[in-house]
């Protein structure tokens, strides 16, 4: 562990930061800790040690780690079917997946894979994040009703819905709305002074105690005091599949949370973070977390935010902030009792309703209707089907769209003119005057800027009638790269020329792109004396040959 990043610490603001911080994080982890169905206390252990070890071994100064509302909806959906099918041994094997998520996110800082984690189209992030917020929203409706979680899921939960509705306890729906209340009708003045997540905690709890006995609506009760209990790893071999693939999920997810608000983190401060360090510590912090039953965490963009303004600027603030949640844990956990399960419900709809990118959704459709189509589909896949599957086909039809967008902007940077009249290609007068010179029979092949396999068919096309001409000039001085594709649609093209008996000259002055021609063998098919370093040189060459042909 380096003490880079202390170098900017201050105490008042870093104990302002961190007692802020903790105060905000207080009913965000009761409320992920119940949603997931590991219990308050998994989501305060999760905010502690996440917290501290991603905060002492991280990448980034004033980031926050805790549980966030992605990584406990998918949190929740792992322990649902690791608890369903080994009601036994289940819970263990939940959290066996966190520690294998945090070794995957150890794994890509370690190989330095950090920077490629959000090289994702942002319709891609938008919609999953989107998804995400409305799953959250829809897996906390039956407590906001006062009932259980029915078994399903997403899918499980809406069907379910008629008869959740039909059971309603009206005082739970009570609180759970009035909760709502006070979260989206806050003033916003007063917001930087006071969280007010924990205002519509104390508030509606309080309301709650004077207006209903304890035991006449369903409430926390008393978190267990102490140190978290050790739960060692559990794997079944029947099901290692489905648990590496959704460390894999929790991983990936992590990565994207934390690196986006590590960015958000160094706009405010004019830092530059670790993507690779940061990494490695969140991934050390989940390890120990799922290590001792807790919620893995990520990067919160809302804590870092409010860190930031309040004044911390080093990991110190992070520490502050574990340490106070630790002793409210450790000390004072009876104070959770009396809190309404409908008033975490609350929360964690107001979060689900905040992980909704509103802004994003509202304009999209003036933006793009491509953008638009992806980010609803990502959203609706997020939802109904999968999150890798989301991703995936998400990723996959915006690469898509972008590979033929940029074809058509590639392909017109491919000119072949045998006229010196055409105004397409950059020459000089002389240049010019030579290629007119020519009589037509020189054709003149010039592409410019980087090259990739969609202007392979452009390639082809434009040297189509090369019988025609009795040198082609191939002009790659402005290429400063090409794939593989591309060389060899080049490489066809001077077969072409050479079985036409049309001579080919060469003009390619970046070292990578002759190199790539040389792997590819391309330049076996021409002489020395066919490869030249200036146009002129080239089309003075070629005047001479059809000078000499008949």
């Given at each position: 562990m380096k003490f880079e990043r202390f170098k900017n610490w201050t105490l008042k603001g870093d104990l302002f930061g961190g007692v802020t911080t903790a105060v905000i994080s207080l009913p965000l982890s009761l409320?992920?800790?119940?949603?997931?169905?590991?219990?308050?206390?998994?989501?305060?252990?999760?905010?502690?040690?996440?917290g501290l070890f991603a905060a002492l071994f991280g990448g980034s100064s004033t980031l926050i780690s805790e549980p966030t509302g992605p990584m406990t909806v998918i949190m929740t959906a792992v322990l649902t079917t690791m608890v369903s099918r080994y009601p036994e041994g289940g819970m263990a094997m939940g959290f066996t997946v966190v520690m294998m998520a945090g070794l995957f996110q150890v794994i890509l800082g370690t190989l330095k894979l950090g920077k490629y984690v959000t090289l994702m189209p942002y319709s891609v992030i938008s919609g999953f994040m989107s998804g995400i917020g409305v799953i959250l929203i829809i897996l906390q409706l039956p407590p906001l009703l006062g009932q259980g979680t029915p078994d399903g899921g997403v899918l499980g939960t809406l069907q379910a819905l008629p008869d959740l509705i039909a059971h309603t306890q009206q005082s739970e729906l009570l609180l759970g709305l009035l909760t709502l209340g006070i979260l989206f009708s806050f003033p916003q003045k007063y917001r930087r002074y006071m969280p007010v997540q924990l205002v519509a905690l104390v508030v509606v709890t309080l309301l709650s105690m004077w207006w209903f006995d304890l035991e006449a609506i369903r409430r926390?009760?008393?978190?267990?005091?102490?140190?978290?209990?050790?739960?060692?790893?559990h794997i079944d071999s029947e099901v290692l599949t489905t648990m590496m693939v959704d460390a894999l999920v929790?991983?990936?997810?992590?990565?994207?949370?934390?690196?986006?608000?590590?960015?958000?983190?160094?706009?405010?401060?004019?830092?530059?973070?670790?993507?690779?360090?940061?990494?490695?510590?969140?991934?050390?912090?989940?390890?120990?977390?799922?290590?001792?039953?807790?919620?893995?965490?990520?990067?919160?963009?809302?804590?870092?935010v409010v860190n930031v303004q309040v004044g911390g600027r080093s990991p110190f603030a992070a520490i502050v902030r574990a340490l106070i949640l630790a002793a409210v844990i450790l000390v004072a956990g009876f104070l959770t009792e009396p809190i309404p399960m409908a008033v975490l419900a609350g929360i964690a709809i107001y979060v689900g309703f905040n992980i909704l990118d509103r802004t994003f959704i509202q304009r999209a459709h003036k933006v793009s209707l491509h953008q638009t189509v992806i980010m609803y589909g990502v959203m609706i896949l997020t939802v109904l089907v999968d999150l890798i599957v989301a991703v995936g086909v998400g990723v996959f039809i915006a690469n898509i769209i972008a590979i033929e967008h940029l074809s058509r902007e590639q392909e017109k940077?491919?000119?072949?003119?045998?006229?010196?009249?055409e105004d397409d290609v950059p020459l000089s007068e002389m240049e010019r005057a030579l290629l007119d010179s020519a009589n037509g029979k020189v054709l003149f092949f010039y592409l410019s800027g980087p090259m990739i396999f969609s202007v392979s068919k452009a390639i082809a096309r434009q040297h189509s009638?090369?019988?025609?001409?009795?040198?082609?000039?191939?002009?790659?001085?402005d290429v400063p790269m090409i794939d593989m594709t591309v060389g060899l649609a080049l490489e066809n093209a001077i077969k072409d020329a050479v079985d036409a008996n049309c001579q080919v000259f060469l003009l390619c002055p970046h070292q990578k792109t002759r190199d790539q021609l040389e792997r590819l063998h391309v330049k076996n098919w021409l002489t020395d004396d066919h490869t030249f370093d200036s146009r002129y040189d080239a089309l003075r060459a070629a005047h001479?040959?059809?000078?000499?042909?008949?």
């Open positions: 409320a992920f800790g119940v949603a997931s169905g590991a219990g308050a206390e998994a989501g305060m252990w999760g905010a502690i040690l996440v926390i009760g008393v978190i267990p005091t102490g140190l978290p209990t050790l739960m060692l790893p929790l991983g990936t997810l992590g990565c994207i949370d934390t690196l986006l608000s590590a960015v958000i983190a160094d706009s405010l401060t004019r830092e530059e973070h670790d993507s690779d360090k940061e990494l490695r510590g969140q991934g050390l912090a989940n390890m120990v977390a799922g290590l001792f039953g807790a919620l893995p965490g990520a990067g919160c963009t809302m804590g870092t940077q491919v000119k072949a003119i045998s006229d010196a009249d009638k090369i019988e025609e001409f009795d040198v082609m000039i191939l002009d790659l001085s001479r040959v059809t000078e000499v042909m008949p």
